[in-house]
């Protein structure tokens, strides 16, 4: 809209203009007259304090009355605003929808935990990340050597699948080096590395790159205490370091027995066993089965919230079996490892993959000693957890994943039905969360 159109009658926007500028000029007489002659009688006073009053209150029409005027204007089309307002109604809607999702803990490590919580975060921003930080080798146990840092790298993963960047932010984070002294390494573990150096802290480093990232929901490190994670092989010797106990299991030829931590006593942080006791679910997994998820477990504050948490209790198992970690293990094999690690009440269901890989990747994975979990539905049965199936088969590059969206689907409708609905205060969120899975649905 030019200068000009708005000297047009009828427009309704000069006349508050001129009874804000009277508004301003009373105020301005009755500070001067003041300002000049400071002795005057009551008369004076009460005349000059009126004239205020009528100012402020000649702005405050002629602010809220040129506002709906201009408003109206708006609405007329008089004047032309760049808003999407469909993209604002959708950023509304979904900020409000996220808020009201459920109370959701993870708890793992590795690849397998920041997969699952891509998808989580379409349902709720109430998400907890519980990371384990056992982690010694590659690009982070080098940073743990040099600067005696807890491992970032299963954390910076979890961060990043929880933020809200931009594609190329995220790709700058992943970049490892190629070569001098930080090949292989990758920028994002450099990044907490250098707000560790800033911070009071490992948990302050974390949450201030959580803020810089603009992280749906929290991640926290399992404890501050620096563990490492040791193996006791079915042939009696010790392995230490969480990178080299699949290797020596191979090497050795003798499976894992039980894990450990160095030292037992390790102190979660007292924001991880909150979340844990609050929280409506609880996921364990995906994720290797002996160095990313039980050593989470092993820290004793965790383990008990978990078993008092009244918390729907989920392990999502992996796809295919691990080279040194769960050889030839069924899914019962891995439910009863976890219980045997970390007692009973830490689960109540067991979410499974039933879709297939196609023979030829499975050949390719089968020579990497690597197969897929055989679901025992008996034995699962009998140790009296409830079987969840579906097909969460993602294959990119030959590299077999589970379906971010697919499983979290999955989680969350079982959430929904095994939680929300049996509780009343919790209905309002199971509707919310119905509409999201509608909408998802529809994409």
């Known amino acids: 809209m030019k200068i000009i159109d708005w000297l047009r009658p009828g427009i309704k926007v000069k006349r508050w203009v001129l009874l804000a500028a009277m508004g301003i000029l009373f105020i301005a007489f009755a500070l001067l007259e003041f300002v000049k002659h400071r002795l005057y009688s009551s008369y004076y006073m009460a005349f000059y304090i009126f004239l205020i009053i009528v100012g402020l209150f000649a702005i405050y029409i002629s602010v809220t009355q040129g506002m709906k005027s201009i408003i109206a204007l708006i609405n007329r089309g008089y004047i032309n605003v760049s808003l999407d307002s469909k993209k604002l109604e959708t950023l509304i809607y979904e900020k409000r929808l996220l808020v009201k999702g459920p109370k959701i803990v993870a708890i ?46 299963d954390i910076r993963n979890c961060i990043l699948a929880l933020s809200d960047t931009e594609p190329l932010m995220e790709e700058l984070l992943q970049y490892r080096f190629k070569d001098g002294r930080l090949k292989n390494q990758s920028f994002g573990n450099l990044f907490l590395a250098a707000m560790d150096g800033v911070s009071n802290n490992f948990e302050e480093a974390v949450q201030k790159m959580s803020s810089v990232l603009a992280v749906t929901g929290k991640v926290i490190p399992v404890t501050l205490d620096h563990v490492v994670l040791k193996a006791k092989l079915n042939n009696g010797n010790i392995v230490k370091g969480e990178s080299n106990i699949p290797k020596q299991a191979i090497e050795q030829n003798s499976p894992i027995e039980k894990i450990f931590l160095d ?6 942080l007292s924001e991880a066993v ?5 929280a409506d679910a609880i996921i364990l997994g995906p994720g290797s089965l ?6 989470n477990l092993l820290v004793e504050d965790i383990r008990s919230a978990i078993q008092k948490s009244e918390a729907l209790k989920i392990y999502v198992s992996n796809i295919m079996t691990q080279p040194g970690e769960t050889d030839n293990f069924t899914v019962a094999d891995h439910v009863k490892t976890i219980v045997s690690h970390s007692g009973n009440r830490i689960l109540d269901y067991v979410v499974v993959n039933v879709g297939k890989i196609g023979d030829e990747l499975e050949e390719k994975y089968k020579g990497q000693a690597s197969h897929l979990v055989d679901i025992d539905r008996e034995n699962i049965k009998d140790l009296g957890i409830k079987l969840i199936e579906g097909d969460f088969v993602s294959i990119k590059e030959d590299l077999i994943r589970h379906n971010s969206e697919k499983l979290a689907a999955i989680l969350i409708e079982t959430i929904m ?10 209905i309002i969120e199971y509707f919310y969360l119905s509409e999201r899975l509608k909408e998802k649905n529809k994409k």
């Open 108 to 153: 793992g490590g590795g690849t397998g935990l920041s997969t699952m919580l891509r998808g989580l975060k379409y349902y709720t921003s109430n998400i907890t990340a519980i990371v384990t930080v056992a982690d010694d080798g590659g690009g982070s146990g080098d940073l743990r050597e040099d600067l005696g840092m807890l491992p970032p790298g």
């Open 263 to 268: 030292p037992k006593d390790a102190k979660a």
């Open 274 to 278: 909150s979340a844990i006791l609050e």
């Open 290 to 295: 002996y160095t990313s998820i039980i050593p």
């Open 417 to 426: 039905d095994k939680k929300l609905l049996c509780d009343r205060k919790k």
